[in-house]
């Protein structure tokens, strides 16, 4: 960005907006198709209570904003190992391990001071989310097994353990016996920090961790060592880089992330870990707020906002409107996933060049590559 | 004795769904196409299944239903990844998540969230005549349903059209190395898209069968894992039909050990058996991934330069 005036920075600001607006528009146009066929809400009507509902007003951006947190780690989860070359699916499943581990430590733990207590809780959401991905970094470097599917079955098995802990060790002794956990513990909780609003101290915490996310991939030796994997692994080994570390480390930190995001979930806003506590695909989610933000940290907070108005809008939506669903939310996140990976095809004017899936790649790819040549 | 065939007819009913989609699946496989969307085609086609039958009172209609609406999304994947040449990991999660959405949002508008669902015709169990009255094998091999029959029948089939076939051949060329089949004028893009629609049709199949042979009913995210595991026998089939076949009964076998278990073990936690199925498909995973068939060009888009 050095040396450009100031003309030619708005041009590329501008431009690096295209895809996501396009691939939003496209969204919204075929999500409204579904609004039509599955109910008898004008589109528009129906478009116009999500937005007001999660825009509107201060109140509704404050919801919004609690909404963003859980997504903004899941994001960072998923940009951080595809950064090093991971396809990490597993976020759903590390941000339950996160949730389950904080829970035991919020709620197993009573009467510790909070200075002691709220650290203790969020170290063990991260641990937990982090040994969880590891194990996919393991069977990866261990028996070159494709992440894909593990991580993907690793997150069906996180949604039986919460389950069973929910419904057996950790079942809240109190009649109807419903399943859920006692209430996190005083000591360990997240509260706002805005009078007058919900919104909680995780949503500091998010924005520290897409600093550091940042600062780690461009600021350090080590991120640079992943990022340059991520881009070439042979170029990386020439270079005596490791790839097995690289993998074991970038699943272990985008573990980590997704585990510190369901901990905050359950710490701050849920306050108790249920069985219904992961009804919104959270992990899942976090891959288009990510895909969306184009891997770049600015990018991911602006469009973790905006999933977090979508998915708080689509709430109201659903009790104004009655008859169109909430999941039509889901459906327009989908749809933006497939828009923005396949971006391609919103490229009109000039002849279609095939560009890679992400961007940034063409410019890191030449940065890095020259330096890996000269470290080599 | 009668327990043995009991649960070889069990495990035999419930590799079938992983069986008719991973047969799908080892073609699109072989052609350099990793579609991580299987899962939530099944989804699809087990939905739509239901609502044909709904519709006609027939199960075999719901069925064609089910395929053809399958077909069209499978078509979307073939679109994004073989034309627009994204990415296919990622363009298969889109589709998973979207096929959640819909069939929550239409189910729900459909059916209601917490209503009962209605009566619809389902696939009948159909002994074949005097085979099924062999002691013991007659009762696990020949007491199904039809899909079934058709699902195995077709493992011999699919085997020869892989290896013997010119079709098959081409698939796998197209899988091995795109660029050189180009040269020599195969179409790559025309044979990946039509790989993909027919793991599409076998996917909708697939689906119908989990809502409409193994339970009566459509509930949000039935197939729970059922795409991935159909990926998964691919793998562990070592990318050939016959192959896929055996890594289903492994996994239809894990998944009846798993019913076994919760039915036998009360006051047991009734998770942990639940998670056999899963936990195998992993350690599997782990077992092939060193020497395998799995082709060249396997995820990577074709560019033609």
């Known amino acids: 960005m050095e040396g450009m005036t100031f003309r030619q920075r708005a041009q590329a600001i501008l431009q690096s907006l295209y895809y996501p607006l396009m691939a939003i528009i496209a969204s919204l146009l075929v999500g409204s198709l579904v609004i039509l066929l599955t109910s008898n809400t004008n589109p528009f009507v129906a478009y116009g209570h999500m937005i007001s509902g999660g825009f509107g007003t201060l109140k509704a951006f404050d919801a919004t904003l609690i909404k963003a947190v859980p997504l903004l780690f899941t994001a960072l989860s998923f940009a951080i190992a595809k950064r090093s070359g991971i396809i990490n699916l597993g976020a759903e499943g590390q941000f339950m391990i996160g949730a389950l581990c904080a829970t035991a430590v919020g709620v197993g733990i009573p009467s510790l001071p909070m200075a002691i207590h709220l650290p203790l809780t969020l170290i063990a959401g991260f641990v937990g989310g982090a040994l969880f991905g590891l194990i996919t970094g393991v069977l990866k470097v261990k028996f070159g097994a494709s992440e894909l599917i593990i991580t993907i079955m690793l997150n069906y098995i996180a949604r039986l353990l919460v389950a069973y802990f929910v419904t057996g060790p950790m079942l809240e002794q109190l009649p109807p016996y419903y399943p859920q956990s006692a209430s996190v513990a005083k000591t360990a909780r997240l509260e706002g920090f805005i009078p007058g609003l919900n919104v909680h101290t995780g949503l500091l915490l998010a924005l520290l961790c897409v600093f550091l996310y940042y600062f780690y991939l461009w600021k350090t030796t080590s991120g640079f060592r992943m990022r340059v994997v991520g881009l070439n692994p042979s170029a990386g080994e020439y270079a005596g880089m490791s790839v097995a570390r690289s993998t074991l480390l970038s699943l272990f930190l985008a573990g980590g992330l997704a585990g510190l995001g369901g901990c905050i979930e359950i710490i701050a806003v849920q306050r108790r870990l249920m069985i219904t506590s992961f009804s919104v695909p959270y992990g899942f989610t976090g891959i288009a707020v990510a895909l969306l933000g184009n891997l770049n940290p600015i990018g991911i907070i602006f469009s973790g906002i905006l999933f977090g108005g979508l998915s708080a809008g689509s709430l109201k939506m659903e009790v104004l409107t009655r008859d169109v669903n909430s999941y039509v939310a889901v459906v327009i996140q989908a749809l933006i996933i497939l828009f923005i990976a396949g971006r391609q095809m919103f490229q009109f004017k000039r002849k279609r060049k095939h560009i890679s899936i992400d961007t940034h790649e063409e410019v890191d790819r030449v940065e890095t590559e020259e330096k890996a040549g000269e470290s080599a | ?305």
């Open chain 2, 1 to 305: 004795m009668n327990e043995i065939a009991n649960f070889f007819q069990t495990a035999i009913r419930l590799a079938t769904p992983t069986l008719i989609a991973g047969l799908g699946l080892v073609f699109s496989e072989r052609a350099g196409i990793v579609n991580i969307g299987t899962e939530g085609l099944m989804l699809i086609g087990a939905l739509t299944g239901v609502m044909g039958s709904l519709y006609t009172g027939n199960v075999w209609l719901g069925t064609l239903i089910a395929i053809a609406v399958t077909v069209l999304f499978a078509a979307v994947f073939a679109f994004f990844t073989v034309v627009v040449k994204a990415d296919q990991t990622v363009i298969g999660t889109g589709l998973n998540l979207l096929a959640s959405g819909l069939t929550i949002t239409v189910n729900r508008a459909i059916f209601g969230a917490n209503t009962s669902p209605p009566k619809i015709d389902t696939f009948r169990t159909t002994p074949i005549p005097l085979l099924s009255r062999i002691p013991l094998f007659g009762e696990m091999l020949f007491r199904h349903q039809i899909p079934i029959y058709i699902a195995f029948l077709l493992v011999p089939i699919a085997q020869f059209m892989m290896f013997r076939s010119n079709t098959g051949l081409i698939v796998r060329s197209v899988g091995e190395n795109p660029k050189a089949c180009d040269t020599v004028g195969i179409r790559v893009t025309g044979t990946r898209f039509l790989a993909i629609l027919y793991s599409g049709v076998m996917a909708g199949f697939a689906g119908a069968f989990i809502s409409m042979g193994q339970l009566s009913f459509f509930t949000e995210g039935m197939v729970a894992g059922g795409g991935f595991i159909a990926l998964a026998a691919v793998v562990f089939g070592n990318y050939t039909p016959v192959g896929v076949m055996l890594a289903s009964l492994v996994f239809g076998a894990s998944n009846a050990l798993m019913y076994r278990l919760q039915a036998l073990a009360t006051g047991f936690p009734s998770q942990l058996p639940l998670m056999i199925p899963y936990i195998i498909t992993i350690v599997s995973l782990c077992f092939v991934s060193r020497k395998s068939n799995k082709p060249a060009g396997s995820a990577i888009p074709y560019i033609k330069e």
